[in-house]
Nanobody
Framework: QVQLATSGGGLVQPGGSLRLSCAAS????????MGWYRQAPGKQRELVTT???????NYADSVKGRFTIFRDNAKNLAYLQMNSLKPEDTAVYYC??????????????WGQGTQVTVSS
């Protein structure tokens, strides 16, 4: 079994910054892609960004130049640095990891979600 613990959300003013963290633990052989998704009220969950084990990144157009994803492979950690936040970034943010377990099977796991609210 694999668990993802997400933290770092909160309330911030427009233009401010937040950093989200995602810690993976459990029966992990390797973590392939890690990413962040978000879901605003009344909207579908959308991809924010992903990063491969080799460090290749992908960003939604709406966050390019403002958000940065990075990871610590040795510690099974992923981070999302969010700068120049806008009210439209308000959402619940979810960590997602594609994990190969010690039994050799590969699954996608989700964190519990953390609320990010951008408001003055």
């Amino acid at each position: 079994q694999v668990q993802l613990a997400t933290s770092g959300g909160g309330l911030v003013q427009p233009g401010g910054s937040l950093r989200l963290s995602c810690a993976a633990s459990g029966s992990i052989f390797s973590i392939n892609a890690m990413g962040w998704y978000r879901q605003a009220p009344g909207k579908q969950r959308e991809l924010v960004t992903t990063i491969t084990s080799g460090g290749r990144t992908n960003y939604a157009d709406s966050v390019k130049g403002r958000f940065t994803i990075f990871r610590d492979n040795a510690k099974n950690l992923a981070y999302l640095q969010m700068n120049s936040l806008k009210p439209e970034d308000t959402a619940v943010y979810y960590c997602n990891c594609n994990v190969t377990t010690r039994s050799g099977l590969t699954y996608a796991y989700w964190g519990q979600g953390t609320q990010v609210t951008v408001s003055s």
